[in-house]
């Protein structure tokens, strides 16, 4: 069974949770594709940051809920989530 990592983030008055699990590269938010859910090439680019970052921007699934706030303190608070949860997966790895 597939490991589920949590994690929240948060940005101005927007709230982020983040489900990371292993896969492809899949983002939904609030069950829309990343692409869809996002107009502005921007945003977009932030979301992602985390996974470009530590190269690992096809390894996993990530579902978010997120609610609150406008477009970009969404996107900031996806990308904490996301930067929350990697830390948490990292961490896990290390132990091993």
């Known amino acids: 069974m597939t490991e589920i990592i949590y994690a929240t983030g948060r940005r101005k008055s927007a709230t982020a949770r983040v489900y990371l699990s292993e896969g492809s590269g899949n983002i939904l938010i609030n069950d829309l594709p990343l692409e869809e859910y996002f107009g502005r090439e921007v945003a977009k680019i932030l979301v992602k940051q985390p996974l470009k ?29 996301i930067s929350r949860a990697l830390e948490k997966k990292t961490a896990s790895l290390e132990e091993l």
């Open 53 to 81: 970052l530590l190269e690992c921007d096809q390894k996993f699934d990530i579902k978010i809920k997120v609610s609150g706030g406008g477009s970009f303190g969404q996107a900031g608070a996806i990308r904490h989530g």
